[in-house]
């Protein structure tokens, strides 16, 4: 079972930026699609971004592209999304998590995505 750890939120001014960092224990991780999601306070998890398996190609929820990149490094098995020009509504509990396919991330397909992590919160002042 592949098992990821976010990290690297924290509060930032509007318009700023933030990496944050997934690192996986487990073989499957470089065979595995991986992607972020977000959940602000009384709305559901969405998707943000995700790429495949060797990071050649990604895939942006609308509200996010051409802001936010996605990447990965197989060989220290850790993802990673470099967020800039931050907005106060993007506040918000950022999750990493893999599957099998890339459109199961995008999808957010319940039972093909791997279990949820605790998260790393992000905060974007006004």
């Known amino acids: 079972q592949l098992q990821l750890v976010e990290s690297g939120g924290g509060l930032v001014q509007t318009g700023g930026s933030l990496r944050l960092s997934c690192v996986a224990s487990?073989?499957?991780?470089?065979?595995?699609?991986m992607g972020w999601f977000r959940q602000a306070p009384g709305k559901e998890r969405e998707f943000v971004a995700a790429?495949?398996?060797?990071?050649?190609?990604?895939y942006y929820a609308d509200s996010v592209r051409r802001r936010f990149t996605i990447s990965r490094d197989n060989d220290k098995n850790t993802g990673y999304l470099q967020m800039n020009n931050l907005k106060p509504a993007e506040s918000a509990v950022y999750y990493c998590?893999?599957?099998?396919?890339?459109?199961?991330?995008?999808?957010?397909?319940?039972?093909?995505?791997?279990?949820w992590g605790q998260g790393t919160q992000v905060t974007v002042a006004s």
């Open positions: 487990g073989r499957t991780f470089s065979t595995s699609a």
């Open positions: 790429t495949i398996k060797s990071g050649s190609s990604s």
């Open positions: 998590n893999a599957a099998t396919r890339l459109p199961s991330l995008v999808a957010s397909i319940t039972e093909d995505i791997g279990d």
